[in-house]
């Protein structure tokens, strides 16, 4: 669902640039509540595996493809404010690096698949885990279930912003109708994909699942007919990954879906390209500000050989968005370390 340069009207888009540095800045704050030693460098990596596996698009109907947005999984792993950074993060290498979604488009972008996505899945998840039994399998169907409505969310939200600013005269109830329709489809693929990531996690280290935390219920006692609280036991349950190893495999796992997998992708449109084409909402694109970058469309120039190109091209894009994701979500829980301690 990268829009590129000419769908949205310049007011449009610029007001969705504010919108979305506006939600930036709220999520750089929010992010130092939930961000700590343990869980910074698990944001970093979660940009980058969100990043592999947008390069493997999935068939969803006859000449159409999806790929993850990744807005409900970044918010159950490390937090919404968080995972709205690291798809912003995300859309920010693809959009300079890569020249997949325009960059004066890149404010609805952020707003559309980032903020959007993030919203309405956290939303729904912690809902759901209010009404479900405690417990991880009731996490990994409200991951699922919360995944599945956030890519039509975002369908919706870029059809109200392409009614609003739209350079093509087209009807916006077609619009809206092949939207939510194909997006629906490909809400299934980002589901599952959500639910079994969150699901392996949770399998290795509870502890680091942002949607997961309070999930454990103290012990009771009865004491004198009444329950009270037992004790927090005094050593710590030995976890079954260390954050090293959870941090390395998947990193390796990002590289192999980016570097490998990635060549064994649906070659047919996107949702948005899709019904872009068949209604004629691409007839005023623009070239890409970044199309003579020597990343672009996931290639490396002067690579002839098409699955090496692709491959090293994914392989960088991994390695640059861990870097500049763990340099982001560091920087934020500096800051958090470095403030002033609140006294209660």
């Known amino acids: 669902m990268h829009v590129p340069d000419g769908f949205i009207d310049a007011p449009t888009s610029a007001v969705t640039a504010v919108v979305a540095a506006g939600a930036l800045a709220v999520g750089l704050r929010g992010a130092r509540r939930e961000l700590d030693e343990r869980t910074a460098p698990l944001a970093g990596l979660v940009a980058a595996f969100i990043f592999a596996v947008q390069m493997l698009n999935f068939p969803v109907a006859a000449g159409t493809s999806g790929h993850l947005l990744g807005g409900a999984l970044a918010a159950i792993l ?18 300079i690096l890569f020249a997949d979604g325009g960059l004066t488009a890149l404010g609805v972008n952020i707003t559309d698949m980032a903020i959007v ?11 759901l885990v209010k009404l479900l039994p405690r417990g991880r399998r009731s996490v990994t169907g409200a991951a699922f279930v919360a995944a599945l409505l956030s890519v039509p969310a975002a369908a919706v939200a870029f059809t ?29 693929g980002e589901a599952a994909i959500t639910a079994l990531t969150v699901g392996a ?27 009270v ?7 710590p349950v030995a976890a079954r990954t260390s954050r090293r190893a959870l941090w390395l495999s998947g990193l390796a796992a990002s ?3 980016a570097g490998f997998v990635s060549y064994y992708a649906s070659a047919s449109p996107d949702g948005l390209e899709k019904v872009a084409h068949d209604h004629g909402i691409d007839s005023k694109t623009k070239e890409h500000a970044s199309a003579g970058s020597p990343l672009a469309d996931y ?7 098409a699955r090496l190109s692709g491959g090293l091209a994914g392989v960088i894009g991994v390695g640059t968005t861990v870097v500049a994701g763990s340099a982001v979500f560091w920087a934020v829980r500096r800051r958090r370390t470095g403030a002033p301690s609140e006294t209660h």
């Open 78 to 95: 490390v937090g919404p404010y968080t995972g709205v950074l690291c798809v912003s993060v995300v859309l920010l290498m693809q959009g």
């Open 117 to 127: 996505t993030t919203v309405v899945a956290y939303a729904v998840f912690r809902g």
């Open 160 to 188: 109200l912003l392409y009614a609003v600013g739209g350079t093509t005269d087209v009807a916006i109830g077609k619009v809206a109708g092949a939207m939510i329709g194909v997006h629906v489809l490909i809400g299934v």
């Open 201 to 227: 996690v949770i399998a290795v280290r509870p502890d680091l699942v942002y949607g997961a935390r309070g999930l454990r219920q103290g012990l009771k006692l009865r004491v004198h007919g009444e329950l």
């Open 229 to 235: 609280d037992a004790p927090e036991p005094t050593a």
């Open 255 to 257: 590289l192999v879906l």
């Open 299 to 305: 290639g490396v120039e002067d690579v002839s050989d």
